[in-house]
């Protein structure tokens, strides 16, 4: 079953840029990674929002594992206010399949 994953970041002021360079470059990278369904960048006035899908658990954990990450957390250290906030959300599909679940 897909896991969906929804991450925060909250760029510190004067670094939004950055962060967003940094996230940029590693979505071409997860792109790669097996099982990846899904890594999208969105963004709001004060945060950037990381919506991802992947084809499992174990996919997401690898992934969590893997060397995009590895390179990426160094890129943002002191950019970011604190740790980034990640949450993981198994699907409640409703309605149309194609419509009621990512």
Partial sequence: MSVVVVAT????????????AALTETIAKVHTEDGCELYALHQAEDRLVM??????????????????LAAL?????????????VIVLPAVPAGEPAKGQL
């Fill in 9 to 20: 970041i909250i760029p510190l002021p004067g670094h939004r840029d950055e962060v967003i």
């Fill in 51 to 68: 919506i991802e899908k992947w084809a499992s658990r174990e996919a997401l954990d690898a992934h969590s594992r893997g060397a995009a």
């Fill in 73 to 85: 957390n160094p890129q943002l250290a002191g950019k970011v206010n604190g740790p980034l906030e």
